[in-house]
């Protein structure tokens, strides 16, 4: 079985792998900045497109494969890795007049360069899962493949146009019933795709075909594109270094894990789904269609394609979405919010309610979750025509699908459950607080502390024996956690108005490794006052143990001796600096504090935290699926802060397990005052508390 180690060679990996996918985010954005302005092209077809075909000339003619011969023609389309022309059979052949199939007069030609990111390790992987798929419901037949000079080609059967020029031809428009049948078959092409374990990853209009015109598949919709795979792949210049570094030929299969896992649902060697990750650095699809878990660098499943393919249906029905038109190096963010903030209601407002019930079914999808595509199926069958035969586009393949559908959703109907709802559309902040069970201590708390009141909690916590665990900001008053039970010698503390919201760069201080050496830092006159008062602090062995930020930006900063970190780094950042987190674990850093100020982020990250392995779970609401699922791998949250948007929650491995691992979280709209109590009482004490964005 391929499995994720948790080791920081994977993190290293990953990240390199990460920065690939960086890369080809911008090249999908890029496609749809050409879309949203230009309205009437479509992304594949953007002007200047053919520039980057232009390493090497292609062949006049093809042969691959013990293919016919052909002559290249007219150009049918490009996409970020390839450009696919017409091919004409030419010259004596053994081979039959066929219209399709392995002899056709007219072929479609796919070149993809040697040198093209998806060739790094030979031919595209494409290749791979057409062998799997090609031929199959709804996917086009590859009837050759090999390599000519400096190209990758695969011969494949000829398709028509894409949905979306049928839609950019029609006026930016399509009919409810054209959509419906589209709907009813593209599922069903879905349903036998994820049935061979693999997902799609870029389900879109451009990448849905119809037959070509005039034949007797004019009305029959295929799906294109099978090479997301290859996105993972990583550049050429990082794999030697990455793979040898750890010694060892096994090393390889870490990278065939995350390259494979980016188009497989279910592992084929053990048949068992693949394991949820979140790495919100790598994005994979297409900007306007991407899934809310793609954007936010979930790993890939079924889920994720049934997403896009609502999106692609409400576009095509609605000829908008409303997260179009977002510019920008934010932008991703900036969708991925909107699609987070829009209901489906609001989404499907002028269309008819099978669209509506369908995206609320599909965006309530869990990660392993088995879609019922019999049941979103069904949901169409009101609105296409009683007759098969003359319906927009042929329904056919639905039809298997449908074989199993009656009894599948009475089934289903009896068994389901109320599902909760995770998109209303209404942000709102809560607190969350984090429980763990310990051993009999004093815990004290205090909330809705105003500065001024500060240092009487604090020092008469002190003069108790308590040193602050925690601290939290909300309506700009302070909520402080005090414990009997940190094992620091000596505490000091630092209410700043000028820690977070002066600061217009990211920046980051190190301690040095000892008090001779240099300090390495940059310095910002804005932030002089909060970073001196840090800096001495760490000469004097002090390191941050706690932070807080609150919305008129000023910040608590606590810091403890005795703590058994080695080393501290810390950032400010304007948007949760996942890059950043993934530089310092490679380097032996882990979050060990984090808090945000307005929509400002601040990181600490420490050496010698005592962990093992470090995740971060990112999301507009609270990520209560992505807990669960790290919880269940031995994780624990270790860290917790939100803005108005976004809440994040740090989980770690610990180096040593602690004797009872219980840890339970609460979200509240008040302090939980009444809550905590209840749990001091069955010896769970707050270990993280934050304020923010936890439902949508
Ligand atoms: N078999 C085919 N017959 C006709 N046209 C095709 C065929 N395959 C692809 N095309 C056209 O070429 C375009 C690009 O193809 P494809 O999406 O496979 O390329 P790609 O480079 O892998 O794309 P992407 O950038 O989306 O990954 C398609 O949108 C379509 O217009």
Known sequence: MIRRTKTPFRKELLDEGAGVLRGEKEVAEKKMDEHDSGGGRSAD???????????????????????????????????????????????????????????????ALKFEHRSSKGCNYGPPYEWQVYNALGGSHGVPRVHYKGRQGEYYVMVMDMLGPSLWDVWNNNSHTMSIE?????????????????????????????????????????????????GLGKLLNLPVNVVPETFFRDNGC??????????????????????????????????????????????????????DDLESLAYTLIFLLRGRLPWQGYQGENKGFLVCKKKMATSPETLCCFCPQPF?????????????????????????????????????????????????RGRLTMEEEEDEQPKKKVRMGMPATQWISVYNARRPMKQRYHYNVADTRLSQHIEKGNEDGLFISCVASCSNLWALIMDAGTNFSAQ????????????????????PLNANSTYSCLLYSSFVFTKEWIMEQWEKNYYISAIAGANNGSSLVVMSKGTQYLQQSYKVSDSFPFKWINKKWREGFYVTAM????????????????????????????????????????????????????????????????????????????????????????NLYIASVCYGRTVS
């Open 45 to 107: 077809k953007v002007p200047g497109a053919d520039d980057e075909g232009s390493t090497a000339p292609l062949p006049e003619k093809v042969q691959v494969g013990g293919s016919p011969m052909y002559k290249l023609e007219k150009k049918l389309g490009k996409g970020g890795f390839g450009q696919v022309y017409v091919g004409r059979r030419i010259g004596p052949t053994n081979f039959a007049n066929e219209r399709g199939g392995p002899g056709a007069l007219e072929v």
């Open 178 to 226: 054209m959509v419906a049948c589209i709907a009813i078959e593209a599922i069903s092409i879905l349903e036998k795709m994820h049935s061979r374990g693999y997902v799609h990853g870029d389900v879109k209009p451009e990448n849905f075909l119809l037959g070509p015109p005039a034949t007797p598949e004019e009305k029959k919709l295929f799906l294109v594109d099978l």
């Open 250 to 303: 096994l090393m390889f299969s870490p990278i065939v894990a995350c390259f494979v896992t980016a188009t497989r649902w279910r592992d084929s060697s053990t048949g068992h789904h693949v394991e949820y990750d979140q790495r919100p650095d790598v994005f994979r699809g297409t900007v306007r269609y991407a899934s809310v878990h793609a954007h936010l660098g979930r790993t890939g499943s079924r889920r």
């Open 356 to 404: 509506r019930q369908f995206v609320e079914y599909v965006v309530n999808l869990k990660f392993d979750e088995e879609p019922n595509y019999a049941k979103y199926i069904s949901l169409f069958d009101g609105i296409v025509g009683p007759n098969p035969d003359i319906r927009p586009i042929n329904t056919d393949g639905a039809l298997k699908v449908g074989h199993k």
């Open 492 to 511: 000091v503390y630092e209410l700043s108005t000028h820690f977070l919201h002066k600061v217009s760069f990211d920046f980051e201080l190190y301690t």
């Open 595 to 682: 808090a945000t100020a307005g929509s400002r982020w601040a990181i600490v990250m420490s050496r010698g935290a005592g962990f093992s392995d470090q995740v971060v779970e990112l999301d507009f609401l609270y990520p209560s699926e992505g807990i669960h699922r790290r919880w269940d791998s031995g994780y624990r949250i270790t860290s917790t802060a939100a803005t108005w948007d976004q809440s994040a929650l740090v989980l770690s491995v610990p180096r040593r397990k602690p004797a009872d691992e219980t840890q339970e979280t609460l979200r509240t709209s008040a302090f939980p005052s009444i809550h905590v109590k209840e749990k001091w009482a069955k």
